[in-house]
C-alpha cells in the first residue's frame, strides 16, 4: 500500500477527483432535463435521453463485474471518468442530434455507474484495509458541500453566463477529475499486484 509522500499524494488526487465529480454529477442531477432542452432538443427527447443515463450505469457495472475483475481499480477508474468529459463534449457538438444526445448519456450513465464503484475499490487498493472506514468519510468530507451548493452554483452560472460556458465549464471540471485519477494510476503503477 501506499506510504509517507505518495500515500498523502494519493489522497489529495482522490479527494479532487471524486469532488470535481460530485460536483458534475450533483449539478446534472437537478439540471440534466433543462439543459438538454436549452442546447436543442424537445422536452419529450430530452425525458428520453435523460431516462437512458439510468440503465446506462447498471450496465457499465454490468461490464465492469463481467470483465473488469482482471484490471486494477485505478485503471477503471480513469477510464472511466474519461467518459464523462467525451459525453458532454458530444452534448455540445450534438446540437438537435438525438444520436450524439444518446450517446452522452450512455458515456455519462456509464461513467457514473463505474464511479459508485471506483470509489470502494480504488481507496482500498492504495491504503489498505486498515482504517478503510475513516479513509472513506475523510475522501467524501471535501465533496460533501461541494455537492450540496453544486445545483445551485450551476443554476448561477447558466443564468449569468449561459448554458454554452455552463457545459464547457462541467467538461473542464469532469476532466480534471479524469486527469487526476490518471495521475493516481500512475502512483499505483509501483504497487505489487493485489494477492
Known sequence: YLVGRDRMRAFLLLALAFSLQGFVVSAMSVHLLTMLEGLG????LAVGIGAMV???????????????TELEPTTTAWVSAT???????????????????????I???VSMGLSSIVRGTVPLRLFGPAGYGAMLGKLSAPGLAIRAAAPVAFAVMVERAG?????ILLIVLSGAAALSLFALSRLAAALPAPK
Open 41 to 44: 432538443l424537445s422536452a419529450a
Open 54 to 68: 439510468g440503465p446506462s450505469q447498471v450496465a457499465g457495472r454490468l461490464v465492469e463485474m463481467l470483465f473488469g
Open 83 to 105: 467518459l464523462m468529459p467525451l459525453g458532454f463534449a458530444l452534448l455540445l457538438v450534438s446540437g438537435t442530434t438525438a444520436t450524439l444526445a444518446g450517446l452522452f448519456a
Open 107 to 109: 458515456a455519462y450513465g
Open 163 to 167: 448554458l454554452l460556458p455552463s457545459t
